[in-house]
């Protein structure tokens, strides 16, 4: 069942030592679930990650003709034990004729969107993609450009979502693609370069630089191609709320199995205390800067927070989310270009609006646990990446943090199962 409308985090009255467990990474599930679809065998992925986000890349892969089997997974009622049946590069479902072409809807799930438009071209015939309002303004044009400069057929409204695409199984070749507006331009042709016969560059960027593109390549070299197991290591975005809570309560607060691969720019996140004068998206962290930006109030001094501009193109245009919400907690918060100033200072209570955005739900979330009054506006929106945040939030320590969570409408407590997105 939904959660309410409108949820209100209470602080727990006794913080105490903690040993949260949290779901698998959702940028390893999903670029795990298209290496799979192209292995030469059967992959079973553990601890995967069950969310609307994985869900959506799961339900594309069936609607494309890959066997995908899905258990659950001891490990975290969010994750989930999934088989996949590889079939070498080929896509077992052809698509259909231009007026009546493959349907793919991949919600507002970037990296479906992103991955999927370079899978389909190893098939044949068309696909069309398409997903919710907000994904058809996410930019997509430098993959689309890239595709076609691979000779594929590509047909979109100013190169975004939705696009017909026309596959024409491998194509031998070379292609530079921009990463200035999202890394994951490069990561879908990477996947599908085996496969394709395609020699994938970069521009925009140092590809020594980009932690996502290296999260690819590290994952395309250990993958069991020939078939086999493979393990999801918990997802370190989704960590960053519990060591920010240690942060925010002075308890110690300690992440289950932390990932120690290097894939993930957010494993970095645990060691970020107390934070620097100046914290760079691009350099530093990846989504959990916005863990960040709810701690910088509680510093010393000022903390910038630079390169942005990524954030304004995803779930929603995160910097401005960021910076008005903030402020309706009080913070004194300075907006120049792609760069915010965060400056310290007391908080209040507020009502925060999550604008569909899951990492805005639980960043604010967060803050809730140390500044009393804190509502959440659409909290369910978490289901894209964490269904059982509020759980983790709510459950007794040591297993969670002990918080309240309240319906803000009837001051009743939810607890258990009434925390779980649908």
Request: glycine letters at 12%.
């Amino acid at each position: 069942m939904p959660l309410p409308r409108i949820i209100e985090i209470v602080p727990p009255a006794r913080p105490g030592p903690a040993l949260v467990t949290i779901p698998g990474s959702k940028s390893v599930t999903n670029r795990a679930l298209v290496l799979a679809a192209l292995s030469q065998g059967r992959v079973r992925l553990e601890g995967a990650l069950w969310s609307e986000d994985t869900e959506v890349m799961v339900q594309c892969l069936r609607t494309l003709g890959f066997g995908v089997r899905v258990e659950a997974d001891p490990g975290d009622p969010a994750n989930r034990r999934i088989e996949v049946d590889g079939a070498g590069g080929v896509l077992p479902r052809s698509g259909g004729t231009r007026e009546s072409p493959l349907e793919l809807f991949v919600g507002n799930a970037g990296t479906a969107a992103r991955f999927l438009s370079a899978l389909v071209c190893l098939g044949r015939g068309f696909y069309r993609l398409s997903g919710v309002p907000r994904m058809h303004e996410r930019p997509q044009a430098s993959l689309l450009r890239a595709l076609r400069d691979l000779g594929y057929g590509v047909d979109a409204t100013s190169d975004r979502l939705p696009v017909w695409i026309e596959g024409g199984g491998p194509r031998t070749g070379s292609v530079t693609v921009s990463v200035d507006q999202s890394s994951q331009f490069a990561s879908a042709l990477l996947l599908a370069s085996r496969a394709g016969g395609w020699t994938v560059g970069i521009s925009g960027g140092n590809p020594d630089e980009l932690p996502y593109v290296e999260m690819t390549r590290r994952l395309i070299e250990v993958f069991p191609h020939g078939g086999g197991e493979f393990r999801i290591e918990p997802d370190a975005s989704s960590g960053s709320y519990f060591w920010a809570a240690g942060f925010l309560t002075g308890s110690d607060v300690q992440v289950r199995d932390w990932p120690t691969s290097g894939w993930q720019v957010d494993a970095r996140f645990s060691g970020c205390f107390p934070l620097s004068d100046e914290i760079s998206r691009e350099r530093d962290l990846g989504d959990s800067i916005l863990t960040a930006m709810v701690l910088a109030p509680f510093g010393r001094n000022p903390v910038r927070f630079t390169e942005l501009g990524r954030l304004r193109v995803q779930e929603c245009e995160r910097v401005q989310a960021m910076r008005t919400e903030l402020s309706r907690c009080g913070a004194r918060v300075e907006e120049s270009g792609d760069t915010l100033i965060i400056h310290p200072g007391p908080l209040h209570g507020a009502t925060i609006m999550t604008y569909n955005d899951h990492r805005i739900a639980m960043c604010f979330a967060t803050l809730g646990l140390k500044v009393p009054g804190i509502r959440i506006d659409d909290p369910s929106c978490v289901r894209k990446t964490f269904p059982n945040f509020f759980q983790k939030l709510s459950a007794p320590v040591p297993e969670g943090l002990g918080a309240g969570v309240l319906d803000a409408a009837t001051g009743r407590t939810l607890t258990g199962p009434d925390l779980l997105t649908s």
